[in-house]
């Protein structure tokens, strides 16, 4: 009995370091990007992930994406047919950060700053300089930074809607821009390389999973719209996010009761973080005041950490 008591305390012991290993002395964590990360859905597998593999500690996700969003500052003409240009994430940055205040910051940018079109010095230069003035805020702010590459775009679902290089103008969509995603995904893992930045490249797992797929079926897509990833193409950021983190996981693994009320609770926070920071993008949700939304959230978290309990 006591060399079965001494073995259990070992193992609760091993549990317990690997979990603090884990995003050591992080507990608030912020995700900012443009549309795909407002969706949110591989932001609420990650804290999934969070609620039934690491039961034990306290996190804070805040996703604070906004759709049509861009780190360079760039905007196509007649973007949202005239209504208003893309927003630029560096004139909301600093009060996202200071409301939040987070410990670290996942950052994924990229799908709109080539503005769809071919390759450009002069927009390349722009996603550069905007991701290190990214950088310095949230350094000066105290917090960690991890990149994600971009999601692809996908051409084949939408081939009647996008041009070739040369007929290509401002507005349009080029069938060849996943490949200037492609540069800009490179240069964000040469970082990672040369200057040691943190950087996950969810770009090449996406690009391999429709690959893989599509040698049974010539068709298959994440994305009907060539942009926004359906469920399934979100658990592969997921499942990469993770991986690229020391973490296995298998979205299968999560029971539907828990992601639904993760996914409940992620979108009031959302927009109540979005609101009480301030932005200037059109048509989006009000939301709840911000302390509203805590609560509510506070509410759901042990819904949430119940139904974790009970798997």
Known sequence: MRIFTRLLLI???ICGARADEFLPGKKRILFIGDSITYAGQYVDEFESFLFTKFSDRKFEVVNCGLPSETVSGLSEAGHAGGKFPRPDVHERLDRVLATVKPDVVFACYGMNCGIYLPFDEARFAAYRAGIEKLRAKVKAAG???IHLTPPVFDSVPIAKRVKPADLTKDGDMFDGYNGVLDRYSAWLVEQWKSQGWRVIDTHTAMADAIASARKS???FTFAGDGVHP???GHRVLAVALLKGLGQEFDPAS???????RVRQRGRILADAYLNAAGHKRPGMAKGLPLEAATDKAAELELEIRATAKAK
Not at 254 to 260: F, G, Q
């Open 230 to 232: 359906n469920d399934e």
């Open 143 to 145: 917090a960690d930074i």
């Open 254 to 260: 999560v029971p539907a009761e828990l992601r639904k």
């Open 11 to 13: 193992l609760i012991c």
């Open 217 to 219: 079926n010539a068709t």
